[in-house]
């Protein structure tokens, strides 16, 4: 089970951290990526990294901006998003496959375990 939360409102220009928990599982060995999706929008990919520190893919419109990075002792995955859009309002899931690579990110996002959204809107 995954657990996502941090998400809120905040100005144009501000920051905010993404936390996903995972329980019964530990994520060793494991491909997680934070996904988003906005009103009237598909699902689209944000980043993804493995367990191990690698990380497999940041989406062009948060290159720069958002960064990807886990404790494993935590067994948690962050999401640090600074100089927010208002582009970037949107539900933001996280998302976990057994297999350390983009095999089941590509083409659709079909992770194995995914965890309820946390919201996230930008706007002054």
């Known amino acids: 089970q995954l657990q996502a939360c941090g998400g809120g409102l905040v100005q144009p220009g501000g920051s905010l951290r993404l936390s996903c928990a995972a329980s019964?599982?530990?994520?060793?060995?494991?491909?997680i990526g934070w996904l988003r999706q906005a009103p009237g929008k598909e699902r689209e990919g944000v980043s993804c990294?493995?367990?191990?520190?690698?990380?497999?893919y940041y989406a062009d419109a948060v290159k720069g901006r958002f960064t990807i990075s886990s404790d494993n002792a935590k067994n948690t995955v962050y999401l640090q998003m600074n100089s927010l859009k208002p582009e970037d309002t949107a539900v933001y899931y996280c998302?976990?496959?057994?297999?350390?690579?983009?095999?089941?990110?590509?083409?659709?996002?079909?992770?194995?375990?995914w965890g309820k959204g946390t919201q996230v809107t930008v706007s002054s």
């Open positions: 019964g599982f530990t994520l060793d060995h494991h491909a």
């Open positions: 998302a976990g496959d057994p297999s350390p690579d983009l095999s089941s990110w590509y083409p659709d996002y079909g992770m194995d375990y």
């Open positions: 990294m493995t367990s191990s520190g690698i990380v497999l």
